[in-house]
C-alpha cells in the first residue's frame, strides 16, 4: 500500500522561509512523478510544483523563483524549500504521487498547515 506523509508545515512570518518534506513507502518511488499541491482556504487544490521520474520540473506562476522541489530517490523523500512567503501561501500542502498509468489515480498525503503571518 502506498503512503504519503508530509512534514514541516508550520507558523512563520512574511518573508520567512520553510522546508516541506513527504516520504513515501509502498511505491517504486523513482518511477513516478510527485508533486506538491495547495489549497488555501475557501479555494480549490491547485498544483504548484512537481518534478518527474526523470528530473524535470514545472512551477505554478505564483511560486516560481521562491519555491523549490526536490527528490532523493534513495530516500524515497521529495522536498519542497519555501523562500519569500507571504499571506497568499497560506494553506494545507498536500504531497502527491502522480498517476503512472490510465487507471491509476495517483496518492495523496494528508497534507501539512503552512501558515503566513503579515
Known amino acids: 500500500q502506498v503512503q504519503l506523509v508530509e512534514s514541516g508545515g508550520g507558523l512563520v512570518q512574511t518573508g520567512g522561509s520553510l522546508r516541506l518534506s513527504c516520504a513515501a513507502s509502498?511505491?517504486?518511488?523513482?518511477?513516478?512523478?510527485m508533486a506538491w499541491y495547495r489549497q488555501a482556504p475557501g479555494y480549490q487544490r491547485e498544483l504548484i510544483a512537481k518534478?518527474?521520474?526523470?528530473?524535470?520540473?514545472t512551477y505554478a506562476a505564483s511560486v516560481r523563483g521562491r519555491f523549490t522541489i526536490s527528490r532523493a530517490n534513495l530516500k524515497n523523500t521529495v522536498d519542497l524549500q519555501m523562500t519569500n512567503l507571504n499571506p497568499e501561501d497560506t494553506g494545507v500542502y498536500y504531497c502527491?504521487?502522480?498517476?503512472?498509468?490510465?487507471?491509476?489515480?495517483?496518492?495523496w498525503g494528508r497534507g501539512t498547515q503552512v501558515t503566513v503571518s503579515s
Open positions: 509502498g511505491v517504486n518511488f523513482r518511477r513516478n512523478a
Open positions: 502527491k504521487r502522480e498517476p503512472s498509468a490510465i487507471n491509476d489515480a495517483g496518492t
Open positions: 518534478i518527474n521520474a526523470s528530473g524535470g520540473i
